[in-house]
């Protein structure tokens, strides 16, 4: 399994972004997507999932509201979106887009909401996101 993301840059306070990651197979049977973020020094840190089998979506609290996952209409593209509006300079890092939750990890997010980089297997090369 294969992604890319793109769409990072450099952004003003407040502004917008979005990122893409194409994934090389089909997404319904990975059962998530999930975006990441890393800053120096830091943690790596989910930030929005989706649950490809159903649509359902999670958010961290620090971008809930802001952010927005979603995936492609057209299910031969493969792509997850992830909408970043209302940026704050705590929002720099590089951005990480992760696909497959393993069934049994699947369904414990499905049940408690929360999820970390343990949960899933592959991982694209990221893409960095700077706000000033």
């Known amino acids: 399994v294969q992604l890319v993301?793109?769409?990072g840059g450099s952004v003003q306070a407040?502004?917008?972004?979005?990122?893409?990651?194409?994934v090389s197979v089909p997404l319904f049977s990975r059962y998530c997507i999930a975006w990441?973020?890393?800053?120096?020094?830091?943690?790596?840190e989910g930030v929005a999932l989706i649950y490809t089998g159903g649509g359902s979506t999670f958010y961290s609290d620090s971008v809930k509201g802001r952010f927005t996952i979603s995936?492609?209409?057209?299910?031969?593209?493969?792509t997850v979106s992830l909408q970043m509006s209302s940026l704050h300079p705590n929002d720099t890092g590089l951005y990480y887009c992760a696909a497959e939750c393993?069934?049994?990890?699947?369904v414990r997010i499905?049940?408690?909401?929360?999820?970390?980089?343990?949960?899933?297997r592959?991982?694209?090369?990221?893409?960095?996101?700077t706000v000033s």
């Open 5 to 7: 993301e793109s769409g």
């Open 14 to 22: 407040g502004g917008s972004v979005r990122l893409s990651c194409a």
């Open 102 to 106: 393993p069934i049994g990890n699947m």
């Open 122 to 129: 592959y991982w694209g090369q990221g893409t960095q996101v």
């Open 36 to 44: 990441f973020r890393q800053a120096p020094g830091q943690a790596r």
């Open 110 to 120: 499905l049940g408690s909401g929360t999820w970390g980089p343990a949960d899933v």
């Open 71 to 78: 995936q492609e209409k057209d299910k031969n593209k493969n």
